[in-house]
């Protein structure tokens, strides 16, 4: 099975700062980069994607870079906020008629006021 | 309100015994999914239905079964061959050859 692999497992920043989590691919045959939010208890609820057609998307404070030619995607959350505090998996999926997602083992994140 | 419904929230279930995980979606979607969440291994796809009647194993599949008799209904029975049943159990879906999935709040599942 193709993986994705996610690190750090898991990251501190302080308020205000930059969190950033990577991701690595195997195959570029993949044509959908998910990132997923979840806080405990919850499921996961999509934050921000991207298709390999563009390096860079940018949803407000959430920015998704992606290099093809590295197989790596990582998501970038700036100013980051106490809100923010949750678990990241990225994702991907290879589209058509299967829409089944490959997921990270995904990142703990947490912002220190 | 559109979305997807799990029921019940927390589930014990005595060793031996089968249990039955409810998944309800009215967004009209085609495709299901069955995911298994445990600490630090991400979500691991279990069973995926795309029609009606109709679904496909996953990567855990052992000791689990579904049905599909209902578009908005995607039921998942853990039995009793499962050797660790204990985890969150969360049920997504979305249009077929559309990439998005929708989760739903998940169902925590604890044998004692």
């Known amino acids: 099975q193709q993986q994705v692999k996610q690190s750090p497992q898991s990251l501190i920043v302080q308020k205000g700062g930059i969190s950033i989590i990577n991701c690595a691919y195997e195959?570029?045959?993949?044509?959908?980069f998910p990132w997923y939010q979840q806080f405990p208890g919850k499921g996961p609820a999509l934050l921000i994607a991207?298709?390999?057609?563009?390096s860079e998307k940018k949803e407000g404070r959430f920015t998704i870079s992606f290099n093809k030619s590295a197989k790596q995607f990582s998501l970038h959350i700036m100013d980051s906020q106490p809100g923010d505090s949750a678990t990241y998996f990225c994702?991907?999926?290879?589209?058509?008629?299967?829409?089944?997602?490959?997921f990270g083992k995904g990142t703990k994140l947490s912002v220190k006021p | 309100d559109g979305g997807i419904t799990q029921s019940p929230k927390y589930l014990f279930r005595k060793e031996g015994q089968n249990v039955t995980l409810s998944c309800e979606q009215n967004?009209?979607?085609?495709?299901m999914y069955w995911y298994r969440q445990d600490p630090g291994q991400g979500l691991r796809l279990i069973y995926y239905?795309?029609?009606?009647?109709?679904?496909q194993k996953g990567d855990i599949a052992e000791g689990y079964s579904v049905s599909r008799e209902k578009k908005e209904s995607f039921p998942l029975t853990v039995t009793s061959a499962q050797k660790n049943p204990t985890a969150f159990y969360l049920c997504?879906?979305?249009?077929?050859?559309?990439?998005?999935?929708?989760f739903g709040p998940g169902t925590r599942l604890t044998v004692l």
């Open positions: 994702a991907r999926g290879n589209g058509g008629s299967q829409g089944n997602l490959i």
């Open positions: 195959n570029t045959a993949f044509d959908y």
């Open positions: 991207i298709r390999p057609d563009v």
């Open positions: 967004l009209n979607h085609d495709a």
């Open positions: 239905s795309q029609i009606v009647n109709d679904f």
């Open positions: 997504a879906s979305n249009q077929v050859r559309t990439d998005t999935q929708y």
